[in-house]
């Protein structure tokens, strides 16, 4: 390795260029593999993540995911090699305008991640949401699909169950409830 070749950083630029916030484009379910991949370049990198929880076969789970989902943040200089994080294992395609990638301002990445930092202790999202479809899998409703109006807490969710066309509210444990 040369002086000259030791003076640039490993994405190609300077290392005191100017660095903008960038959006990257991933492959579906590949965030983290991208992620991953371009930390590994040296590159830095952010992914806002939450925690969801999910349930499989009667078990709850808790589960971190993207808060946007096929979308990773880098930190480069403009003039650093494109190619190279275009063709890392996981990235689709760096989100441009006229061939041009579009800088991202610096204080909405701050902003996400104070708040991100900030919910990271909190309690994770519920299992359903206002509005969400699911089917009810046990009991006399069993396979009826029905809207989500409200959760009580982790144990209760409030349904509306269209039935004699009309739209019957129903209150049923959450654990026999499965999203669509």
């Known amino acids: 390795m040369t002086i000259r070749e030791s003076s640039r950083d490993i994405d190609g630029a300077s290392p005191d260029a100017p660095r903008q916030w960038y959006l990257l484009q991933c492959k579906p379910r590949d965030c983290f593999r991208a992620q991953s991949n371009l930390d590994q370049q040296g590159l830095r990198t952010y ?46 395609r760096i989100l441009n305008f006229n061939g041009y990638p579009i800088p991202v301002p610096a204080e909405i990445v701050y902003g996400l991640q104070h708040k991100c930092a ?46 004699l066309n009309r739209e019957q509210r129903i209150e049923l444990p959450a654990d026999i409830i499965s999203g669509c």
């Open 118 to 163: 900030e919910l990271t202790g909190d309690e994770p999202a519920p299992m359903f949401t206002s509005g969400q479809k699911v089917v009810i899998t046990e009991g006399c409703f069993k396979e009826l699909e029905a809207i989500v109006q409200c959760s009580h807490g982790d144990e209760r969710v409030v349904l509306l169950l269209k039935m």
């Open 47 to 92: 992914l806002p993540v939450h925690t969801v929880k999910r349930k499989r076969a009667r078990q709850i789970y808790f589960v971190r995911e993207p808060l946007f989902p096929h979308y990773l943040f880098i930190h480069v200089p403009e003039e650093c090699n494109w190619a190279a994080i275009r063709s890392t294992r996981g990235v689709a």
